[in-house]
């Protein structure tokens, strides 16, 4: 076998583009590397040194403090809530309506279509929605947070496209066995469909999980914060003054270590799912973007 000789310059060139994207990395590493550490050090060490590369005594007394609290362990389970069901809402409503607009033979099939190319192009705004919010009296209801974003119009279209893969046959075989149009969904095309809808499940869950803004918006009951919001608190905030307890006597360890241990809590749950869905992510998230 003929092996091709690399010239010099090509060699300096493999080796500064290595370079490069290695300081890249670790600049992109670094911050978290640092959040991490910070909350892991000893409250005296860090007071006593205030920057830390490596700490010479780990403690977790940062988690320790936040979980002893009632907002912390509260907004977590608002986004757990919030990730759970929303996305298992997300996922029925979107690969329900994707199935149903790829049947040729369902009526009015091109309006649906033309009216999901319409929320997509336009938006109603934050007042109109917001307005919405409110005449269906979900103000301060954790279920404005998931009933807006129950269906994507990106998503359904993917979606669609991925169905419209499937060769129409499995569901006649399905009828020819006596199973109806549901029960070819349920048992034959949902099974097949598990790499996309493990790669929009993850789309949906990371977006159930950030939820911020809108939360910000309809959420004024402190109680039902997701962690995002009482995160955004805490990064603004000087003191403890947030997360404390009535009365509460505990000593709190240095605010900054309560805000780099609130930061790695809250990617925390991103960073340990990902792993176990990486083997549907990347056939998942290319079906249906190229239709042949």
Aim: proline share 5%.
């Amino acid at each position: 076998m003929n092996t091709v000789k690399r010239s010099l310059a090509d060699k300096i060139g493999s080796f500064l583009n290595a370079l490069l994207l290695g300081l890249l990395a670790l600049a992109m590493f670094f911050p978290l590397y640092y959040v991490f550490v910070v909350s892991l050090t000893d409250p005296g060490e860090y007071l006593a040194r205030r920057f830390v590369w490596f700490p010479r005594n780990w403690s977790l007394d940062a988690y320790r403090y936040l979980l002893s609290t009632d907002a912390f362990p509260r907004s977590l389970g608002n986004s757990a809530f919030l990730a759970t069901v929303g996305t298992a809402c997300s996922l029925a409503v979107s690969a329900s309506l994707a199935y149903a607009l790829s049947q040729k033979r369902m009526m009015l099939r091109r309006a649906v279509l033309i009216l999901i190319m319409v929320t997509i192009l336009f938006s109603p705004g934050i007042i109109p929605n917001y307005l919405l919010i409110r005449e269906l009296g979900l103000i301060d209801n954790l279920a404005s947070l998931i009933l807006p974003s129950l269906a994507n119009g990106w998503t359904v279209l993917l979606m669609k496209n991925f169905f419209d893969s499937i060769p129409a046959e499995i569901g006649e075989s399905a009828a020819v066995d006596g199973g109806g149009a549901f029960r070819a969904w349920i048992s034959i095309v949902l099974p097949l469909s598990m790499p996309a809808l493990s790669a929009f499940g993850l789309f949906y869950a990371v977006g159930y999980w950030n939820q911020f803004f809108s939360a910000l918006l309809y959420l004024n009951d402190a109680d039902k914060w997701p962690i995002q919001v009482l995160l955004q608190n805490m990064l603004l905030s000087a003191s403890n003054v947030d997360l404390a307890q009535p009365g509460e006597q505990v000593q709190a360890p240095p605010n900054e270590m309560l805000k780099m241990a609130a930061v790695i809590v809250a990617v925390l749950p991103v960073l340990a799912v990902y792993p176990f869905l990486q083997k549907h992510f990347a056939k998942g998230a290319m079906v249906g973007a190229v239709k042949g």
